[in-house]
């Protein structure tokens, strides 16, 4: 992974002219570290937590997970501290109903891998699906338009089948610990450009966005011993609770399940109407920031754009010990 964004760094913006031999020499030696460091800590591949959570009456809803290592839990040793385990309980919890959890997501995946991932989630007829997604293309030099473009065409292909979307948005790669300066800053830079522009891709498609760079980014940043698995790049159980934690509101909010004071933007927090580019800027550097579409005295946009809604939502608390019935 850093050895490739190494690359994507010297020749993705402007080539040597920019970097300069002499500091491209330097991001080539500081990949290289990074990936014996990263490379000699070998994780097992993640638990399957699929299963039914929760209990209640009524039909189960459907949550479908897809996506990279990040969706799929990569790094924890058991289903249940997996990020869709957590957030399958957590949506049992607030809609007093059983949810039935199907993960798709696969280690390493990139955007173009979501086509495929959806092909096996159809039969889980989902009713709300979350894909993290991203890393893996900052890392294999995707180009940022055909990554938008295929996450913009996975979106619209769940709300046409009439699945609400959440789509936690290119963590920070700026964080891993084993990248040295200045290819950590680099790696920062291309998350949250790519971020953004997941963002005004999913919002325009009828989904909405979590900021998932700055969750794994100043709150990683200040605890790596605490919020990182062993190989000091994938979330560790406690990372992946902090993660899950942010994105939960959203889902919450997706399927219709606040009540109606709980849905009210708050001045206080931080909350606000934007053109979609500006929130979208916004989120990336904000903990846990959700956008969603908005219209402002009826009209979807302004002069200067699409509208959207900027909610820093409050982190719901998970629960202790999600379990499958």
Same mark, same amino acid.
């Given at each position: 992974m850093a050895r490739r964004l190494a690359a994507a760094a010297a020749y993705g913006g402007g080539g040597l002219? @920019? @970097?300069?031999?002499?500091?491209?020499? !330097?991001l080539r030696l500081q990949a290289k570290l990074a990936r014996r460091t990263i490379t000699g800590r070998p994780l097992g591949g993640p638990?399957?937590? =699929?299963? !039914?959570?929760?209990?209640?009456?009524?039909?189960? !809803?459907? $949550?479908?997970?897809? /996506? =990279?290592?990040?969706?799929? /839990?990569?790094?924890?040793?058991?289903?249940?501290?997996?990020p869709g385990a957590l957030l399958a309980a957590g949506l049992a919890e607030v809609a007093h109903r059983p949810v039935a959890l199907t993960t798709v997501a696969q280690v390493g995946a990139q955007t173009a891998d979501l086509a495929d991932q959806l092909d096996h989630a159809e039969a889980a007829a989902p009713?709300?699906? @979350?894909? %993290? %997604?991203?890393?893996?293309? #900052?890392?294999?030099q995707v180009k940022l338009t055909e990554s938008v473009r295929l996450l913009d065409e996975a979106v619209r292909r769940l709300r046409e089948a009439g699945c609400q979307v959440v789509v936690g948005t290119c963590p920070d790669l700026g964080t891993i610990r084993p990248i040295?300066? +200045?290819?950590?800053?680099?790696?920062?830079?291309?998350?949250?450009?790519?971020?953004?522009?997941?963002? %005004?891709a999913v919002v325009a498609a009828g989904g909405r966005t979590v900021s998932l760079g700055s969750i794994l980014?100043? *709150? $990683?940043?200040?605890? +790596?011993? *605490?919020? $990182?698995?062993?190989?000091? $790049?994938?979330?560790?159980?406690?990372?992946?609770?902090?993660?899950?934690?942010?994105?939960?509101?959203? @889902? #919450?909010?997706?399927l219709g399940l606040w009540a109606p004071g709980d849905e009210l933007p708050?001045?206080?927090?931080?909350?606000?109407?934007?053109?979609?580019? #500006?929130?979208?800027?916004?989120?990336?550097?904000?903990a846990g920031t959700e956008v969603a579409a908005a219209t402002v005295g009826g009209r979807a946009g302004g002069p200067r754009g699409p509208w959207a809604q900027l909610r820093n939502r409050r982190r719901r608390p998970l629960p202790d010990a999600p379990e499958r019935v």
């Open positions: 002219s @920019l @970097l300069g031999a002499a500091g491209y020499g !330097l638990p399957d937590p =699929d299963g !039914l959570y929760g209990s209640g009456d009524g039909t189960p !809803l459907s $949550f479908v997970v897809a /996506g =990279d290592s990040a969706a799929a /839990g990569y790094g924890v040793e058991t289903a249940e501290e997996t009713d709300v699906a @979350l894909l %993290i %997604i991203g890393g893996n293309d #900052i890392t294999h040295g300066q +200045p290819l950590r800053w680099l790696a920062r830079r291309a998350s949250r450009q790519l971020a953004a522009a997941q963002t %005004i980014g100043p *709150e $990683f940043d200040a605890a +790596p011993g *605490e919020l $990182f698995s062993e190989d000091q $790049f994938h979330p560790s159980s406690a990372g992946y609770a902090h993660a899950a934690a942010a994105v939960l509101p959203s @889902l #919450i909010g997706a708050e001045a206080v927090r931080g909350d606000s109407v934007l053109p979609v580019s #500006i929130a979208a800027v916004a989120a990336a550097d904000h």
